[in-house]
């Protein structure tokens, strides 16, 4: 490729990614597979490898970059980031409609009714149309620069234009019918309508200096599904989203960042130089849509205060449905000359109020404070409550988080305590009621000793600083902590043995058969026979599944290993990345950063667990029960096979397999699956309602295959 071929094809494939970035993860209406999607990324790094110097900060390859730093610098905002007054209470609201329109006599008001978004504020700032800076708000004059942070971000576009991020062009061309299969005619990627920056070319275009200001948070299913990771790798759950994305944004390795599932959305300005912006707060979200952002997903237009109440009203009714939390609605004038002229208080602008919703919350007995040992010896106090009905379920268990809670809000046992359930949120006690208090409730003193084994604890910060201190049963025979370390290794994300549950790993452990998971293999059929309610046939079915997962793939056992901080990913991105158990225990930390996705914090915690001689121990009589040592990840990425070399792009609708399982197919046989067509592509799959790239096949001359010959290829 020369470096005009190599230029033309970089500007494309990096269009597309943008224009993906913003389908999926701004629009919501992503129009590739994941896996297509993957195979452009690769195809645009292959690129960047070959041509270093088309690698600009702009890329989407390079938004995880640089080394973890020792400490955020600050930064001034040029326009201190105020906050907002807030009330709970519609005639304080009616009462605010009131103040601003006494400020403006005679003048027509016009509001914008936004969400209220539950994350954390930031300003970004953009220099020729490229993201710069990125900070807190911090004290309002100065934040910190998580600029680095901000850039994983995928909805954060690292350059303004039309959606999609990379400029009005790449629009026309998809308009003029580009060569992408999927969407045609005059639509973004995403499916949006052509912005109005393609009709309002001038007015549009972003200003040289621009600062927009809004909110990170962490998306539910995210939120979610980023919680039971955590569980799984022996670390403390994060009590909700706003928690974990202010602790994820503090992180100092962007690549602990990048794993976190942030998105960003926008809604107002900061500094602007230079150019042409709107002068209503209803067009500056449209105009910030149409540049590329993602702004919130309803708003309302009001003219007066019974309007607003009913905006309010109604974004109650769908807030619910939002991949966000949101705690209130934000009232703002529209008009921005209006806003400029009856300006703020020190902390507050007077156009502008948030009107907060009460969180549900029930008010019940707490009866008692246990504390559970999790796998990993962690200590989390539980609150025992009498049962209450609150948003849709019974609740009588709520968190307490940890010592640290339990003393800054002086919960004793007894209390009339308040309960709330916000969302995704575990239920949590939020708040004591001092004046039901008799005196005679009393504190609770956390164990010092372990409630489950009676051995020492001891007092650790949290891993990365976002959660309370916790306590940890030290000792590592501790029944609680086989028992989960047992559980954990059994599990279906980890090596899948069926049968080996809580109850399994329970009698297991009470009666002395199992203290490690390599006793698993040593067990007897009678052994399990005289276990309670254990009959022949189940105890032999145990056994079986015992003896299948020998076998397993060497990402599982690590997992299953339950290390501090390795999740399934982690452990999948080091059964890629390395051939073999022994590559990995001898590796050094900074070789075991090469792996995608290893942070500092994964390395460091490998390289203790395996200078443990205990663990040595473990992983050589797990050696000598025959489990599978070998990555069969990193082989199956290998060279070998019948197909090794060759390239292959897929096309179209394939007769009985899905793309996933095509690609997958050619890639077990050491082919490599390319998304776009070119004179290095050997083979084109092409199915039913093949596209362009049917078409550049046959220009170029390249051999044109269907399923049966790809079957045949891939020796099956
Ligand atoms: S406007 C000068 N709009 O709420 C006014 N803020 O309680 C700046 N927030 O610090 C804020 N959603 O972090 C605005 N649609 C929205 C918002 C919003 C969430 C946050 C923001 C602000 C805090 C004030």
Redesign the pocket.
Known sequence: MTLTEAQARHAQFAGEIRRHDHAYYVAAKPVISDLDYDLLYKELQAIEKDFPDLVTPESPTQRVGGAPLSEFKSVRHAIP????D?TYSQAELQEFVQRVQKLLPGETLEWVV????DGL?VSLRYEGGNFLVGAT?GDGTHGDDITTNLRTIRSLPLSLGAPGGDGQASHRRNAAGGDRDVVGGPETACGCPVPVADREADQMAAPAVLEV?G?VYMTRSGFEKLNAERVAAGEEAFANPRNSAAGSLKQLDPKIVAQRPLAIVL??LGQVAEGRWPGTQQALLEWLKALGFKT?ERTWFCRSAEELLAAIAELDQVRGGFNYETDGA?I?LNDFDQQRRIGATTK??RW?I?YKYAAEQARTRLKAITVQVGRTGALTPVAELEPVFLAGSTIGRATLHNEDYIRAKDIRIGDMVVIEKAGEVIPAVVAVELAARTGAEPGFTFPTACPECGAATAKETGPDDTTGAIWRCVNRECPAQVRGRIEHWCSRGAMDIEGGGEVMAAQLVKHGLVRDVADLYALKLEQLVALERMGEKSAGNFLAALAVSKTRDLWRLLFGLGILHIGAGGAKSLGRHFPSLEAILTADEEALQTADDIGVVIAQSLLEWRADGANQSLIERLRAAGLNFTSQLYQSQGAAGPLAGKSFVLTGTLPTLTREAAAARIEAAGGRVSGSVSKKTDYVVAGAEAGSKLEKAQKLGVKIIGETELLELTGV
């Open positions: 980031m105020m906050s907002l807030n936004e969400p209220k978004v504020a708000r200001r909110e809604y107002g919130p934000v703002k507050a602008p502008a948030a």
